[in-house]
């Protein structure tokens, strides 16, 4: 796979100027024009341009060797401002192992580029199809707002809900909840017709929503996280990845019977004609092809892969029975550490059939007989699971006054 190493249209903003006649040599000659290289670095715009060149080649070579890639760590507590009920990860040095060293500790770089990216370009979308769905969303975008995560926040919802009843109208959740988003976490709503195939599977029948995200063109680039996740670090770092028109993780967990890419979090660029053209497959598809299997057939051979260890981390991966992370780690010789893996990811998606997703009430006796167990005196990763149920119960009373 080959990857475009041009920069991005945001640093063509940046112009060189001539530096001020102090700053040539009391010759006169005419090379006391030319700028010297430490004059040069003197220049704030350009030790800027430097800095974003230098962190977009080390993007770059991350996603080539596509093994082991370490973006910018920002706030990694799960829950609400008052509390997390997970334990904290430990403080320990960046993997070294592969590519990962090269962009490990970029966040001052990008810290530095941020104020001259217009991060109005881009958005974390969410789409929406019932009230589950709904509290879901507007938890995940408390998460982005609180972790100070930089780009715009935009929610796809049912055309026939409103935010704002009349007066003398019941409210209902639906408007109360997206009041909260608009009002609260600074969500931009949009009203959408859900897409939906009355064929196949109803659990995913209405997938086919998320595609919508490929049209919202006001922005550049949008990225989809689903509302049936966690976000645990910002995700701004990936916006700024080289041009791509698709970017996804890859769906580790299937990998030994389908190389697949997992649209659970799913970069892209805007384009009313790639969206026609995606549009015109879903129509002419079958109705046991949902949004995955249509992106799978579609960019799997073009999309940019995103290194799922911090992208795409299952919950499952915590309740493995056998302990088999071959898939994860992406070896049978591979160390699996559950506390730095959790460390490092930034994204977590509730994935552990036959339980529940965490909104539905599990029996204890279904969590007895399906969840994670001690090995020996080591409970670490039966607290960890434990711990990601937990704090989605209490954000969702937190942020939803919905009970479990």
């Known amino acids: 796979m080959q990857i475009s190493l041009s920069l991005p249209a945001m640093f063509k903003q940046f112009r060189y100027s001539p ?3 102090d700053t040539a040599t009391a010759n006169g000659d005419a090379s006391s024009n030319r700028l010297s290289i430490k004059a040069a670095w003197g220049s704030k715009r350009i030790r800027v341009v430097a800095l974003a060149t ?15 890639i370490t973006l910018p760590a920002y706030a990694s507590s799960l829950s609400s401002p008052s509390s997390s009920s997970l334990p904290s990860p430990p403080s320990s040095p960046p993997p070294t192992t592969g590519a990962g060293h090269l962009v490990s500790s970029n966040s001052d770089i990008l810290n530095e580029v941020a104020p001259s990216v217009d991060w109005s370009r881009f958005a974390y979308v969410q789409y929406v199809t019932n009230l589950p769905y709904l509290c879901n969303s507007v938890m995940l975008f408390a998460i982005l707002d609180r972790l ?8 796809m919802y049912p055309q026939g809900w409103n935010p704002d009843t009349s007066e003398g109208q019941k409210e209902n ?13 600074k969500v931009k709503l949009q009203p959408i017709h859900v897409q939906s195939k009355a064929a ?14 490929m049209n919202q063109t006001r922005y550049d680039r949008v990225l989809s996280l689903d509302s049936d996740s966690t976000v645990l670090q910002c995700l701004d770092e990936l916006f700024l990845l080289p041009p791509a028109p698709v970017a996804m993780p890859r769906a580790y ?5 389908h190389y697949e890419l997992s649209s659970q979090l799913l970069l892209v660029e805007t384009n009313a004609t790639e969206f026609d053209r995606v549009m015109r497959v879903v129509e002419s598809s079958s109705g046991g092809k949902y949004d995955m299997d249509i992106l799978n057939d579609m960019y799997l051979a073009s999309a940019m892969v995103l290194p799922h260890r911090e992208y795409d981390l299952l919950t499952g991966e915590f309740n493995h029975c056998p302990k088999d992370h071959t898939n994860f780690l992406g070896s049978n010789e591979a160390v699996w550490d559950p506390k730095k893996i959790l460390a490092d990811a930034k994204f977590l998606h509730f994935s552990d059939w036959p339980i ?3 909104w539905i009430s599990a029996s204890q006796r279904k969590l007895d007989a399906n969840g994670p167990k001690c090995d020996g005196d080591n409970c670490v990763e039966r607290d ?7 704090d989605f119960k209490k954000r969702r009373k937190d942020v939803c006054n919905f009970d479990v």
Do not use: N, Q
């Open 19 to 21: 530096l001020g006649a």
């Open 54 to 68: 230098v962190l977009l080649l080390f993007v770059a070579i991350g996603v080539y060797f596509h093994d082991r």
């Open 148 to 155: 100070g995560c930089r780009s715009d926040r935009l929610m």
């Open 173 to 185: 959740d639906e408007s109360r909840l997206l009041r909260i988003a608009r009002d609260k976490y």
């Open 200 to 213: 196949g599977d109803p659990t995913w029948a209405e997938s086919y929503t998320k595609l919508l995200a």
């Open 253 to 257: 967990w299937r990998w030994k019977e």
């Open 356 to 358: 529940p997703k965490p």
């Open 384 to 390: 960890i699971w434990y711990g990601f149920y937990d």
